[in-house]
């Protein structure tokens, strides 16, 4: 499998007159709900101390968005006083599930990244849950949009690997095991992490992460899993499904950079959302038909 670029890229660019978003909007949750596309990114101020917020855009044919006014959800928190980053939505229930990272400390510190989740109807008013994997530097949580033999399921990042955990309430995680790990000589050799939660198909769970290399370059992979027991790979594409080659994506606040948060479902296709070089949103998309040829 291989994505193609939307000629039109980027969708998303910091806006100067903006203060939280005048440096650089990336990583993007996205969700497909009643018409239209909801993209929930992160945002970064030019003078806001590299704290990241979040925005709200929205869009009927998943490439033209309207950006609104002012952030949507920011550090209020005493374990995000640093930044909430990379956000992933999940609907489940008729509710949508927001995980992302919360940084208790400094970003560049390298350490007290935790999973917190927050729930929205409407993207106005949001409900805190708190953070979910207490005591664990983690990231890249992503949650199946149903229970699989009566448990909550989550894909997370426990470094290098990518871990399972299971729940019954969404809250209290346990069971962690890990499912997926770097692969040695290849572009995902130095680190991994689920990039959108899981999409199902006839033959299993679709699972979109990035991989990082020894020169810290990130690039986009696909596997499947299981859908009775999602613990289980299935299949893993040996090549990347995209690489940093646009100028959105070689240059940028970080370069060299592709890092995909939200995947939806539109028509025939899936649209991949991406964050290139940590400045900018993109999309590309493939065929569902063509989804699947690497299993
Ligand atoms: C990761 C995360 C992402 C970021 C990426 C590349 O560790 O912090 O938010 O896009 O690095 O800089």
Redesign the pocket.
Known sequence: MKLTRYQGNPVLKPRKESKWESKAV??SAAVYDGGYVHLLYRAIGEYENYISKLGHAVSKDGYNFKQFDEPVFEPREDYEPFGC??PRITKIENKFYITYTALSKRAFSGSGNRVALASTKDFKTFQRHGIILPGMEDKNAVLFPERINGKYVMFHRFMPDILISYSDDLIHWNDHKIIMQPRKNSWDCSKIGAGAPPIKTEDGWLMFYHGVDEKKV?RLGVTLFDLNDPAKLLARQDEPILEPEEDYELYGD?SN?V?VCGVIEKDDSYYVYY?GA?TVIAVATVNKDDALDFV
């Open positions: 990336f990583n980053e990379d990130y970080i950079v890092f964050g940590d």
